[in-house]
């Protein structure tokens, strides 16, 4: 069975400031990972997602990603927060089947 | 090119109803997932369909739950005798169905549902 942790409901950072974002899985082998972004009244947007490969991840809206199988770990991470980037935050696994396991979410809040 | 289109975007209905949240995927896409978004949750798992059949429906959490997808394309969710624990934001997504376990999952915007 695969699982997903988001430790972290909320994160408030002052626009301009960098920002990581915490997610960390339970799977037996390597599964693919994905984040996803929710703004306000919206569906989910994928920001980036790892297959294989390089474990340095570049998404978009400025965003990447760094996957350590050490750590069991896929963190997000931007360097500079713009005020837009309010919003919800999911990070999802798959691994032995089509069905993602999704977490519960990060909310992040950007003060101006 | 349009997206994944659900509705109605609100409703709100009564206890004891059955209401139907209807889902159109983007157009070629053979995968279709239903999930259920509670306040302050992330989401839950409901049903996926490759084509119109439904190799997984473990994640209905009872029998007022059903879905079904007609012609590969639109799904229809039904909630019948609907409870207040029902209340919820129900997403659907559609994927190319590629069978990758790496696909790329489009969601709509969602249909909230209140029940009074």
């Known amino acids: 069975a695969q699982s997903v942790t988001q430790p972290d409901i909320h994160i408030t950072v002052s626009e301009g400031a960098s920002l990581e974002l915490r997610c960390n899985y339970s799977y037996g082998a390597t599964p693919y990972l994905f984040w996803y972004v929710q703004s306000p009244g919206q569906g989910l947007q994928l920001l980036l997602k790892?297959?294989?490969?390089?474990?340095l991840v570049q998404g978009i809206k400025g965003f990447e990603a760094e996957f350590k199988r050490s750590q069991s770990s896929f963190n997000l991470r931007k360097p500079s927060v713009h005020w837009s980037d309010a919003a919800e935050y999911f990070c999802a696994v798959v691994g032995g089947s089509y069905i993602p396991t999704f977490g519960r979410g990060t909310s992040l809040i950007v003060h101006p | 090119g349009a997206g994944v289109s659900q509705s109605p975007s609100n409703k709100v209905t009564e206890k004891g109803k059955d209401v139907e949240l209807r889902c159109d995927p983007i157009?070629?896409?053979?995968?279709l997932y239903w999930y259920r978004q509670s306040l302050g949750q992330g989401l839950e798992f409901l049903i996926y369909f490759q084509g119109n059949s439904a190799p997984d429906k473990s994640g209905l959490p009872s029998d007022r739950f059903s879905a079904e997808r007609t012609g590969g394309s639109v799904s229809t969710l039904t909630i019948q005798r609907t409870q207040q624990e029902d209340s919820a934001v129900y997403l659907c997504a559609s994927s190319p169905g590629e069978r990758s376990e790496g696909e790329t999952q489009y969601f709509g915007p969602g249909t909230r549902l209140l029940v009074l």
């Open positions: 790892y297959f294989s490969g390089d474990t």
């Open positions: 157009s070629g896409h053979t995968a």
